[in-house]
């Protein structure tokens, strides 16, 4: 991957935000759930379809803050409209662990 510039990274709008609401997907080709984030009054709440079944459940979400990419554009996950990107990295399998800051912070924070 080739190197970019500040200037770049800037135009990746990554913001934290809370999960409100959490709904299994099992109409997904891949298990997921739909989460419903609330990103604070700017930017509002907000849909995603996110593959992380195998560490959380709809329960373990509610309330938990997440980062997510927020300026990409709508994209059809199946019948759901998922409309950021929640971020996370892969365990030793391959699963998907979410990012998020270590202490509370406002939601609608952009990481710098």
Do not use: C
């Not at 379809?49 to 300026?71: C, E, F, K, P, W």
């Amino acid at each position: 991957m080739g190197e970019i510039t500040f200037d770049d990274f800037l135009k990746v709008d990554i913001r934290v935000g809370r999960a409100v609401r959490a709904e299994p997907y099992p109409e997904a080709r891949k298990p997921a759930i739909k989460l419903w984030i609330n990103f604070g009054p700017e930017i509002g709440e907000k849909r995603s379809s996110a593959q992380i079944t195998a560490h959380y459940t709809t329960d373990t979400l509610i309330g938990r803050q997440v980062m997510a990419v927020v300026n990409f554009p709508p994209r059809q996950i199946g019948k759901f409209m998922s409309e950021v990107l929640v971020l996370g990295l892969p365990d030793d399998t391959g699963e998907i662990v979410l990012i998020a800051p270590d202490q509370d912070v406002p939601v609608g924070g952009r990481m710098h």
